[in-house]
């Protein structure tokens, strides 16, 4: 168990490039829910992720996300709504389609759903309380990841039906920022392309916009 004010004794140290975290954040990669076995994370473990996830950028402490939590058992049950929801849609899809629409929550041995929850706040429009649930869910692959469990952060088409989504509890103002899937990886991902800075990276100075090649050598 975590508590929620423990001391940051995390700084970084002139002259040392690479820590475990920066080589966790350059390596981390995504493993997909059906790779994912037990273990899976312990109810203490559980408690520290969402500790974890619940301490993120939050203009105006708006708190906007919350947690859900599905256990196997829970997965089952909610595997039941989205195989009827399906079958309403697609009447005529085969038997095996259906039980793997059934099985989208049972994939891996946890799923914890965040909730966006944005709702009124002074400070902080809805964009950036949407943005925070975001960073919400990227703490939690994290932190799956820094404990040796692999995740992946799935939404699929039931995030957004919302003939599901009050079985989930969710308000009609509430959404499913996603379904965080963890275990323990069976097989090792390989990586995939990633974009070139230069193609998403501009230098901004005394002359305006510049391309990203000269950031590094001219500051
Ligand atoms: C909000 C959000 C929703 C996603 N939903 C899906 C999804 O429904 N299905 C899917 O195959 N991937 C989905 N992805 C992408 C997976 O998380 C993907 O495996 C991941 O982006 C791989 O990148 P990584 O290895 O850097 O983690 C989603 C990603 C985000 C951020």
Do not use: C
């Amino acid at each position: 168990m975590v508590s929620s004010t423990h001391d940051t004794t995390f700084l970084a140290t002139p002259g040392h490039q690479m820590n475990p975290t920066i080589e966790l954040l350059l390596t981390r990669r995504s493993v997909a829910p059906r790779l994912l076995a037990a273990p899976a994370p312990t109810p203490d473990e559980i408690e520290t992720l969402l500790t974890i996830a619940s301490r993120v950028p939050d203009h105006g402490r708006a708190v906007p996300w919350r947690f859900i939590v599905i256990a196997p058992d829970g997965g089952a049950r909610l595997g039941d709504l989205i195989a009827a929801a399906f079958v309403a849609d697609h009447p005529d899809a085969p038997a095996a389609t259906i039980d793997a629409e059934r099985g989208r929550l049972l994939r891996a041995p946890l799923v914890i759903a965040i909730v966006s929850s944005p709702h009124e706040n002074p400070k902080a429009p809805e964009l950036e309380q949407i943005l925070s649930a975001g960073a919400a869910g990227m703490s939690l692959l994290i932190a799956a990841n820094a404990m040796g469990y692999a995740a992946n952060w799935h939404t699929e088409w039931y995030a957004y039906d919302r003939r599901f989504l009050g079985e989930l509890g969710l308000t009609d103002q509430e959404r499913i920022a996603g379904f965080v899937h963890i275990g323990t990886a069976i097989e090792r991902p390989q990586d995939r392309p990633r974009p070139a800075l230069d193609d998403i990276v501009v230098r901004y100075g005394a002359d305006g916009v510049a391309p990203f090649d000269n950031a590094l050598r001219t500051r």
